[in-house]
């Protein structure tokens, strides 16, 4: 059964704390993708990368920085988390190059900045 | 840059059916249809690819545009299952990987 998995469901933290989300993928896939959902606005890209050290801005990448240093893990990272932070983020991963086959999504973090 | 889906939501008894639209400003390569149920993580639904081809869902189709730059999602006689929201996710490239979806639309069925 293919899996992407993020490393928590729930995360609380406080404003101005450095927060890590994390994603790991077992399918080999070269693309993974962060994005954040808010009510109404549907799935927002924030990050993605396509290789080991490849990234690309998605639509809202400010105040988030990312890490992919091995091809199953890619990590999305809160410099200094924020109120308006608080949301659902969520990660997927597909095969890359010519392959555009389906994405595969990951349960989702729901992270809360106090 | 998002896509521009519509109706935001939709309300349907069982055995109705209805139409979901997928509006982009860029040209297409194919679209991509994905589920989410209350709780749950976008599933997968179809690809529709620039010449036809579909590759996806048995019991939902969908059609797509190129020259419109649109496509559309067709659910006949709903079933209960049906509810969800549904996102688009129009690619503009075969070898342009990034997807960015639609802000959604919310179909509820009701017996």
């Known amino acids: 059964d293919v899996k992407v998995t993020q490393s928590s469901r729930y995360l609380v933290k406080r404003t101005g704390e450095k927060v890590f989300l994390e994603c790991v993928q077992d399918?080999?896939?070269?693309?993974m993708f962060w994005y954040r959902q808010d009510p109404g606005l549907g799935l927002r890209l924030i990050y993605f990368?396509?290789?080991?050290?490849?990234?690309e801005k998605g639509d809202i990448p400010e105040g988030y920085s990312v890490s992919r240093e091995k091809k199953e893990r890619f990590s999305l990272i809160l410099e200094s988390a924020s109120t308006n932070q608080t949301s659902m983020y969520l990660c997927?991963?597909?095969?890359?190059?010519?392959?555009?086959?389906?994405?595969?999504f990951g349960q989702g973090t729901r992270l809360t900045v106090v | 840059q998002q896509p521009v889906q519509s109706p935001q939501a939709v309300i349907l008894r069982e055995g109705e059916d209805a139409v979901i639209n997928c509006s982009s400003s860029k040209a297409l390569y194919s679209v991509h249809w994905y589920r989410q149920k209350h709780g749950e993580a976008p599933v997968f639904l179809m690809i529709l690819l620039k010449g036809g081809e579909q590759k996806g869902h048995e019991k939902i189709s969908a059609s797509f545009n190129e020259k419109k730059q649109q496509s559309s999602l067709y659910l006949t006689a709903s079933q209960l299952s049906y509810s969800g929201t549904y996102f688009c996710g129009p690619k503009r490239s075969g070898g342009y990987n990034k997807l960015i979806f639609g802000a959604g639309t919310r179909l509820a069925v009701h017996p």
């Open positions: 399918m080999d896939h070269e693309n």
């Open positions: 990368s396509y290789d080991v050290k490849m990234k």
């Open positions: 997927a991963s597909s095969k890359g190059g010519t392959a555009n086959t389906e994405a595969f």
